[in-house]
């Protein structure tokens, strides 16, 4: 299986509130166009998790880390 990175553990590894981080996430995933790799990977109804190493992780990490 391959390594999954969660949102908690992108939180805490960027200092971050979760609750900061799953509204900028929300809002990203709304802009397809801009946000394409997030859009693909995110999944309604499901934990916010991404494989290590992903475009999705890195898109994830722009938005979380943008204030």
């Known amino acids: ?3 999954i990175i969660t949102l ?3 939180c805490e590894e960027l200092k971050i509130d979760p609750r900061e ?3 900028k996430l929300r809002a990203a995933v709304g ?3 801009a946000n394409p790799e997030l859009a693909k990977a995110r999944k309604p109804r499901t ?3 991404w494989v290590k190493g992903s475009a999705a992780e890195k898109a994830a990490r722009q938005v979380i ?3």
């Open 1 to 3: 299986m391959s390594d």
């Open 8 to 10: 908690k553990a992108l």
């Open 21 to 23: 981080a799953r509204e």
């Open 31 to 33: 802009d397809a166009k």
């Open 47 to 49: 934990p916010w998790q």
């Open 65 to 67: 880390g943008n204030s």
